[in-house]
């Protein structure tokens, strides 16, 4: 069973390829969590797919990594395939620490960054660019898992830095900036896609309900209207999804 996690769609699109090509299943974590799905004991493989934040695990992949259920039925084959801009830091081997093993291998999957809050995510363009490497890439991963290898491939870093960098989640992670402009046509898609069920609407605008999110960027990046912002500095930003994307 391949467990995945994904904000605007890579980790999805990229765990969905997977469990297709080796003839696997893939389950959305969120569910898992919420309908208690979680790895056979006559599973031979398990596997994780999703995005690094700040060069470590989204708050959701910790959570789910250190429920009993999950650590005491891992397969025999444990894989991971953490999707980046441009490195995962130590986040393959926090996994390992918080499942209490070490997994068999780790591939680092260069997609598209996306993370609107602090960048202009990249152009369409050279995002479709992107992403026809990272395919090309996913066929790779889908060889190993098939051949059983091991390793720690792609763009991993290792140190102080990363230590360093991943301190700042938790603080980046609060929902007190979020916002939607009178653009809002009040279709309900940021309720919808939010993980942690932090937004409600109320009188037919988003409101942000905790003060603290997974910063998946679900609902900023997935508003049809770009109403959505988060402080002034998004306002003139583009947004990335996978779906639109690809089209």
Known sequence: ???????????????????????????????AIKDRIYPSPSDEVTGFVFPVYFWRLPEIIERFAKIPEVRNNLGKYVFSVITCGASTGNADKMLAKKLGRNL???????????????????????????????????????????????????????GAKSAFVSIFYDPFRRT?????????????????????????????????????CQHCTACINRCPQKAIQYGKATESRIRYNYEDTIK
């Open 104 to 158: 068999d291998y780790n591939f680092s999957l260069r997609m598209p960054d996306n993370y609107v809050v602090m960048y202009d995510p990249c152009s369409k363009e050279k995002a479709q660019k992107f992403l026809r490497h990272a395919d090309k890439e996913i066929a790779r991963v889908c060889d190993a898992v098939l051949k059983r290898e091991k390793g720690r491939k792609g763009s991993c870093k290792d």
């Open 176 to 212: 007190k900036k979020f916002y939607a402009t009178d653009a809002c046509i009040s279709c309900g898609l940021c309720e919808k896609s939010c993980p942690d069920e932090v937004i409600k609407l109320e009188n037919g605008k988003p409101i942000w309900t905790k003060p603290k």
């Open 1 to 31: 069973m391949i467990f995945y996690f994904s904000g605007t769609g890579n980790s999805k699109h990229a765990a969905q390829v997977i469990a297709q090509q080796t003839n696997d299943t893939a389950v959305n974590i969120v569910d």
